[in-house]
T-cell receptor, first 114, second 117 residues
Framework: AQTVTQSQPEMSVQEAETVTLSCTYD???????LFWYKQPPSRQMILVIR??????QNATENRFSVNFQKAAKSFSLKISDSQLGDTAMYFC???????????FGAGTTVTVRA | GAVVSQHPSWVICKSGTSVKIECRSL??????MFWYRQFPKQSLMLMAT?????????EQGVEKDKFLINHASLTLSTLTVTSAHPEDSSFYIC?????????????FGPGTRLTVL
């Protein structure tokens, strides 16, 4: 069984500032992928960033970066230079490398203030 | 990038009627598709895995006779909510993994908002 935990229901950040979203997980799989998805008010799910568990280097996509701590089973997302368009619900997700089924966390609502 | 569509985007129906929601992969073949249900400000709850040419696999607690899934082709899966009741009102999302590449990226449909009166 896989579990993903997001302990921050809501976060607020000033435009241009940095915000970090936390995520912890549990899995018995040795090979797996971790993801952060964004769901804006339109409710379309958008992939923000992914991390292969076998890679030690933290993934980065423009203003989005992760801090992957495999031993601690932690996968946090940092949003730098926050923009109003970053306002959305963010979901941490996990899947085994040999499966397509995703396990989602409860989500964190991020509000960027002007 | 790959696109997954859903139709309709919004549907209102009367209690007791059935509603069909379509999920299409527009530029790739999907032997597997997933159906989720999402309540406001909550996470996506996996309902079932749709398998082309075979029966769907339902998650525990999901009534298979209530939520009928048909995956008749490599690009189309349908979810039929039978005898809908107000408690079935929700946002339904489908997703499809595109095989190939390094990690088989999963693509999500835009969702269908169902309101049962």
């Amino acid at each position: 069984a896989q579990t993903v935990t997001q302990s921050q229901p809501e976060m607020s950040v000033q435009e241009a500032e940095t915000v970090t979203l936390s995520c912890t997980y549990d899995t018995s799989e040795s090979n797996y992928y971790l993801f952060w998805y964004k769901q804006p008010p339109s409710r379309q799910m958008i992939l923000v960033i992914r991390q292969e568990a076998y890679k030690q280097q933290n993934a980065t996509e423009n203003r989005f970066s992760v801090n992957f701590q495999k031993a601690a089973k932690s996968f946090s997302l940092k949003i730098s230079d926050s923009q109003l368009g970053d306002t959305a619900m963010y979901f941490c997700a996990l899947r085994a490398s040999n499966d397509y089924k995703l396990s989602f966390g409860a989500g964190t609502t991020v509000t960027v203030r002007a | 990038g790959a696109v997954v569509s859903q139709h309709p985007s919004w549907v209102i129906c009367k209690s007791g009627t059935s509603v069909k929601i379509e999920c299409r992969s527009l530029d790739f073949q999907a032997t597997t598709m997933f159906w989720y249900r999402q309540f406001p400000k909550q996470s996506l709850m996996l309902m079932a895995t749709s398998n082309e040419g075979s029966k769907a696999t339902y998650e525990q607690g999901v009534e298979k006779d209530k939520f009928l899934i048909n995956h008749a082709s490599l690009t189309l899966s349908t979810l039929t909510v039978t005898s809908a009741h107000p408690e079935d009102s929700s946002f339904y999302i489908c997703s499809a993994p595109r095989r190939g590449g390094s990690y088989n990226e999963q693509f999500f449909g835009p969702g269908t908002r169902l309101t049962v009166l």
